[in-house]
């Protein structure tokens, strides 16, 4: 039940996608400097939220939570500050808990390759070793991974027992259990003993978010490979499955404004909008974001509905009235600060091109010499070398043969946002300070 959490760096300002960063990569060394190089395959968007919450919980002005790490492949080998400290270690501690019993779910069910006997012999031995090292890393920090673990056995034994159309939420209650847990230990290592129960009750609400999306996600594949799902085993049509996920999403939102936070910017736009997101993602959007969609779109003053036959011409002219022909139309005024019979674009006093010159759409504008392409063995070297760093997928970079520049195959492929701050449009929250530094949201962000 990993992913549910994938914030596009389109929705993220730039503080924001630095301390997001931060957090990922502070995860993953805390994984290998914990676990070693093997328990860095256990990262994970979701578990970084632990990390975030101590963090957000904690007094701003410490720098111990903060530590500069060295180049790495997936930052185009470069430097970055990144978390670390308990909450860290934690986020890490958990990640590879709930990792062992994802891996061992795969081998009861014999998923894919864990079906064949060698793989599965080898996947135990990495589970009983990934639960030893989690409930030491965990006990540094005061937390008891058992109850992950419980949970997930407790989890395996309620699929067994539970009898036809009986509540999808039996299902989900050890998950909610265990990110509860985990959550409200969140405000015991930042010094913040009253934030616990309301972050518990986010935790709770979070679980069962996670598992339902998970089930409605794989409910179809589920079906396939006669695989047990919870909403197919409980007769739990999509409609009541969507219901109980915004239903959590609102709960998250509501138990967060009881959690006193130093800076609630990332926890807010996480936990109250990339869920929100998460929902969509796998049942549509809600009825209530069409509905703002079309008000925030403006209608015509007068009631009636924009077609479009309101707006001004391409050409920068007034249509033409009825009855009135096109071409007897004033000729377009200048706009301020442009003197008649200038382009629009040009600068004053600017030369005007000769008639010769190829203009308007379609045309590339007379710019700098664009550089000089390598040739095929030099552009296959300079590629096998961003290849082996991973600059070709993760950052952006000049293409190894044209050296135009090019975004990352992740930043072109991993993206699910159409517009940007898309998500505020419709929030419910009041005053929400997620999307600081952008100014395209219509709402009281």
């Known amino acids: 039940m990993f992913g549910i959490i994938r914030p596009c760096k389109h929705r993220l300002s730039e503080r924001l996608q630095a301390s997001w960063l931060a957090h990922l990569c502070g995860l993953c060394l805390a994984l290998r400097d914990d676990h070693g190089q093997l328990a860095r395959t256990a990262t994970n968007y979701d578990g970084l939220i632990i990390s975030v919450l101590v963090e957000a919980q904690a ?26 400290g308990e909450g860290a270690r934690l986020a890490a501690a958990v990640s590879l808990a709930l990792a062992s019993v994802k891996i061992r779910d ?120 006669g695989a047990w799902n919870p909403l197919t085993a409980t007769g739990t049509d999509r409609a009541e499955a969507e219901r109980l996920c915004r239903d959590a999403v609102h709960g998250i939102r509501l138990a967060l404004r009881e959690v006193k936070l130093t800076d609630r910017a990332l926890v807010h736009l996480l936990l109250a909008h990339e869920t929100e997101r998460a929902v969509e993602r796998v049942f549509g959007p809600a009825a209530h974001a069409a509905v703002c969609r079309t008000r925030n779109a403006g209608p015509a003053a007068d009631g009636s509905a924009d077609d479009g036959s309101a707006h001004a011409a391409t050409d920068g002219r007034p249509h033409a009235a009825a009855g009135e022909h096109p071409n007897d139309a ?20 600017e030369t005007p091109l000769p008639p010769w010159v190829p203009q308007g759409p379609g045309f590339t504008p007379i710019g700098p010499k664009p550089p000089r392409p390598r040739n095929l ?69």
């Not at 894919?112 to 920090?141: E, M, Q």
């Not at 004033?330 to 006093?349: K, M, V």
């Not at 929030?427 to 100014?439: F, S």
């Open 59 to 84: 007094a701003r002005e410490d720098a111990s939570w903060r530590r500069t790490a060295g180049p790495c492949p997936l930052r185009g080998m470069r430097t970055a500050s990144v978390a670390r």
């Open 106 to 225: 795969h081998v009861e069910d014999r998923d894919g390759v864990f079906g064949r006997r060698p793989v599965a012999v080898g996947a135990r031995a990495v589970t009983r070793r990934w639960d030893r090292k989690s409930a030491g890393s965990a006990s540094t920090v005061g937390f008891d991974t058992g109850v992950l673990l419980e949970a997930a056995s407790r989890q395996a034994e309620l699929e067994r027992s539970l009898p036809p159309g009986g509540s999808v939420l039996l299902v989900t209650e050890p998950t909610e259990t265990a990110t509860a847990a985990a959550f409200a230990h969140t405000a015991v290592l930042a010094g913040r003993p009253g934030n616990a129960a309301p972050l518990a009750e986010a935790g709770r609400l979070f679980g069962r978010l996670a598992h339902l999306l998970d089930a409605a996600e794989d409910q179809a594949a589920d079906a396939a490979g």
């Open 330 to 349: 004033p000729p377009r005024q200048a706009p301020p600060g442009q003197t008649p019979g200038q382009e629009p674009g040009q600068e004053p006093g």
């Open 377 to 445: 063995l030099a552009g296959c070297a300079v590629w096998a070398l961003m290849a082996c760093t991973c600059q070709l997928l993760c950052c952006e970079h000049d293409d190894p043969f044209s050296r135009e520049r090019r975004e990352g195959w992740c930043q072109r492929h991993d993206c699910d946002c159409g517009d940007c701050c898309d998500p505020c449009n419709c929030c419910e929250c009041d005053g929400c300070d997620c999307c600081d530094g952008c100014d395209c949201c219509d709402c009281s962000c």
